[in-house]
């Protein structure tokens, strides 16, 4: 890869930390194996793909085909959205190069993106092995054997997995990529990440995890996501989900989302809801619309600001 093509996906990667526009299906994916590389799909799925480690990390998930239904759809709503996910499609964009002939794949291959806090991805799909090697290969990466697939580092720093099934993508010298296989112990196993996957559904097409113990934290939240469902017609809601400490910390949440759903706030017309019981799941929900566009808070960071705002 170039150094001006490094730059731009670097570039593209400090973008993703506030968020990677992410996306998904108005027919969304479920735990099953997809159709195009044997791999697991659907947000539950794909959660048990990472690493217990990375609890405390920003995790966001795509429904990459499902993004590229709903981008055909209504492009004037989820024009947004048409990265995928995926970092190479935005320097592709940028470099007005075809991602398939600079790397070996594009998004047609991918069914499912997972970004891993500012700088790894995961994705899943259906890969040519050979394809992606020599394409990073002309890139000026370097190749080596990995368990189940090859692995390709650039002397600079960034490493590249791939398998048949998997794509696994770090920026940085010091991180390896995200694991080809699911781990032993993953995000998935924790109950708080199980009850807020629940609240956000798995019949998402794009959501947010914003990291347990992270930068990210409330003193009344242990966890919270938010996602995003769409209709057949194509009409689209998110949903944030906050797995609350306690009652009271329940309460002091909801009035704290409440206060932008006041009328000619941004999300005026949004219902919350405090809750119930001993640690309750506070959950705020709005259209998606032109001002509120599939993905928004991912750049904006308003509601997880709100949230963090009293701690």
Known sequence: MTGNG???????????????????????????ADSAGGSPAGLTAV???????????????TDVTATRRLVKQDKKLYGGLATYGIPEVAQAGYENRPLKDTHGFD???????????????????????????????????????????????DPKGGRVAVSASVRALSLSPDTPPPALAAPEKSVADDP???????????????????????????PDVT?????????????????????????????????TLRSATASGERFAGAT???GSGDT???T????????????????TMQLPKLLMSGR
Do not use: H
Not at 130 to 139: E, I, P, R
Not at 284 to 295: F, H, K, Q, S, V
């Open 47 to 61: 959660l048990g793909t990472v690493s217990e480690a990375d609890a405390g990390a920003l995790l966001t998930y």
């Open 107 to 153: 998004e047609n291959d991918v069914t499912t993106a997972l970004q891993v806090g500012s700088d790894r991805w995961r994705l899943t799909g259906g890969f040519d092995v050979d394809a992606v090697t020599d394409g990073m290969k002309k890139l000026g990466y370097a190749e080596s054997a990995t368990d189940g697939g090859a692995l390709l580092k």
């Open 284 to 299: 705020m929900e709005w259209a998606n619309g032109p001002r509120t566009l599939p993905g928004d808070q991912n750049r």
């Open 192 to 218: 708080a990440y199980q009850a807020v996957a629940r609240c956000v559904g798995d019949a998402t097409y794009y959501a947010t995890f914003y990291g347990k113990g992270g930068e990210n934290r409330t």
């Open 272 to 274: 919350v809801d405090a």
């Open 6 to 32: 490094r730059r731009v996906l670097r570039g593209i990667a400090a973008t993703a930390l506030v968020g990677v526009l992410g996306a998904g299906a108005a027919a969304c994916g479920d735990d099953s």
């Open 280 to 282: 309750p799941m506070v």
């Open 223 to 255: 966890l919270y996501a938010i996602g995003a469902t769409a209709k057949a017609d194509g009409t689209s809601r998110e949903r944030l989900c906050a797995l609350t400490v306690s009652a009271e910390g329940a309460r002091r949440t909801a009035d």
